[in-house]
Antibody
Framework: DVELLESGGRLVQPGGSLRLSCAAS????????MSWVRQAPGKGLEWVAR????????RYADFVKARFTVSRDNSNNTLYLSLSDLRVDDTAVYFC?????????WGQGTLVTVSS | SYEVTQPPSVSVSPGQTASIACSGD??????VCWYQQKAGQSPVLLVY???KRPSGIPERFSGSNSGNTAILTIGGTQAMDEADYYC???????????FGGGTKLTVL
């Protein structure tokens, strides 16, 4: 079965940095694009970033403004999202998802809280 | 940037048909998919490429997309269908995806 397990979320101060991980199993990870999607408390889904299977192509939502970086390690079946210059409104559950013609499998999410 | 809009809430009686709209400029020229998210859970893909269902999704979930509006239709709505529903549009020219704000479905 396809499994995606996010980790790395925690409380961080404004301006701080964090790296989220997503461990994938049950599918040929290197052949799939992967996405990050976030959801602020009580709010809707917001697409964050996407990376191609070989890592050569990345795409980001406009609001990211070079603060976030998506990367992957295909030898360890792991997706990453590096967050920097964090703001209070970056507080959200961050989901990783496998991307085919849509985000067809999702992890359970990891909570990032940005607060002083 | 491109935007799609959904009604915040829709109500339906058990056994009836629910329709949830998603609107955007020339949305019919883009691929739309739909997700269901129950409270405290991760989203689940219900419909992709406007009308297609992943394996395991009941036939009573169906989608359409034309003009400026995509519609998710839930036939024979059940209490278990109470959830938030999100549309997502994919712009093939830019590769960007955008989510609608979500619609809370209440089965009264």
């Amino acid at each position: 079965d396809v499994e995606l397990l996010e980790s790395g979320g925690r409380l961080v101060q404004p301006g701080g940095s964090l790296r989220l991980s997503c461990a994938a199993s049950g599918f040929n990870f290197r052949t799939y694009s992967m996405s990050w999607v976030r959801q602020a408390p009580g709010k809707g889904l917001e697409w964050v970033a996407r990376i191609s299977g070989n890592g050569a192509e990345t795409r980001y939502a406009d609001f990211v403004k070079a603060r976030f970086t998506v990367s992957r390690d295909n030898s360890n079946n792991t997706l990453y999202l590096s967050l920097s210059d964090l703001r209070v409104d970056d507080t959200a559950v961050y989901f990783c998802a496998r991307r085919t013609v849509a985000e067809d499998r999702w992890g359970q999410g990891t909570l990032v809280t940005v607060s002083s | 940037s491109y935007e799609v809009t959904q009604p915040p809430s829709v109500s339906v009686s058990p056994g009836q048909t629910a329709s949830i709209a998603c609107s955007g400029d020339k949305l019919g020229e883009k691929y739309v998919c739909w997700y269901q998210q129950k409270a405290g859970q991760s989203p689940v893909l219900l419909v992709y490429q406007d009308t297609k269902r992943p394996s395991g999704i009941p036939e009573r979930f169906s989608g359409s997309n034309s003009g400026n509006t995509a519609i998710l239709t839930i036939g024979g709505t059940q209490a278990m269908d109470e959830a938030d529903y999100y549309c997502q549009a994919w712009d093939s020219s830019t590769g960007d995806v955008v989510f609608g704000g979500g619609t809370k479905l209440t089965v009264l």
